[in-house]
């Protein structure tokens, strides 16, 4: 029953009590500690770190795991003790590692603000069988990032989210310097913002849906085939290929110099304008544009807020608010007071670009850890994010003015597990301070 509950219900809250029984019936046992560390620290995550610690270090002390190994460094890490999460790495680095410890550490890294190394250890993501590769893309024409591109054909291509596509797109300008061409493919939705961008003299755009057919147009299709039955790719002819989270390793990145942190987006001003016309209230209220969720893997990682939590700010004077929610989290809209005015922009976005337009007729964008808070920093957009107390690997610094990767991003960061009310009064304090300005 326990193992039914851990492994195929994910219900860690009844799995937990079970394992607490059976670690006294079977002590000797590593199986079931590495299950309740693992079970205590989804659970309780900043809480019990003391007993997460104990039941991860004796699961360790049994088998001398790698995986046990690893959950006992992230746990060290959430308690601080960084030295000890390096020795625990070193450790497992040199027992045998498996892709997925090397992923593991790839993440320590990003988190401590070594990207390069970082995001060149992460290259062997595809090896873990959690990211597929492209089919018939030859990992023998992976760029090393030491090879010549002088005269060389390059498909930089998408692998994972929305929110990676505009991240990491930064750096095709600069890939565009070494290469003689440079194809992109990319999620249909995305491809207005990258044309408006002016990403055309840098690179050729294609569809992810070239995977199926060289010549199939953007309307056709917006499902994503590229790793199940996708081949047209490989088909097109290219000296090189680079996966995308390849590019700050290949670039050597760096916080001492981030690329392109000012943005390096733009929506067409045309359209923008259009936008404001058809959607935009005209009046003096600072107008924020609200994303709330994520997709599913955002909910697996504690980055989503209901979007009652907002409440103390939708109840503001002065202010008025804008829903880019365009996914099912949108119903959440219904579910609230009907004195509540918020407009629901999500409903008439096509693609990206108008996602991109919306953002230009805001004052400020208020976001969880999604790819709307992505575009908006890509855009240079003002834009509050905020984050639970442990943050995805990428962000190496969530408690300054910016938020490293982009400049125009401010950082608002939990100090305890899921305290999103006082991160939310946080965020009103600075919009009413932002209000009193504006009346002045």
Known sequence: LASAYFLTQENYEDARPLYERLIKVYPENALMYYRLAFIYERIYQDKELAKQEEYAKHAYDLCRDNIAHTLLA??????????????????????????????????????????????GIYRVRFDTGIVAYPKL??????????????????????????????????YIPELSKLAKKVIFVVQKNLIPIFKSSGFEQYCEILSHEADVNLNIKLEDSNRSVMYSTGSGMGKIPHDYHIPLMDTPYLFKESPDRMLHSEGYLKADSKKTEEFRKKYINKNNKIKVGLAYHGTKDSILTYRDISVKKFLPLLKMDGVEFYSFQSDEYAQELQELDKSITITDLGKVFKNFEDTACAMNCMDVILSTDNVVMNLAGALGIKTYALFNKYTESRWYTVDGNDLGWYDSIRPFHAKTFNDWDNLILDVKEVLIRSEEHTSE
């Open 74 to 119: 992230r746990i060290y890490y959430r308690e601080g003790k960084k030295d000890k999460t390096r020795e625990c790495f070193e450790k497992i680095l040199s027992n045998n590692p498996t892709p997925e410890d090397k992923v593991a550490y790839s993440r320590f890294l990003m988190k401590e603000g070594n990207l390069a190394d970082g995001y």
């Open 137 to 170: 893309l030859s990992p023998e024409k992976r760029w090393n990032g030491i090879d010549s591109l002088d005269g060389k054909t390059v498909i930089v291509h998408y692998e994972q989210g929305f929110g990676d596509s505009v991240m990491f797109s930064r």
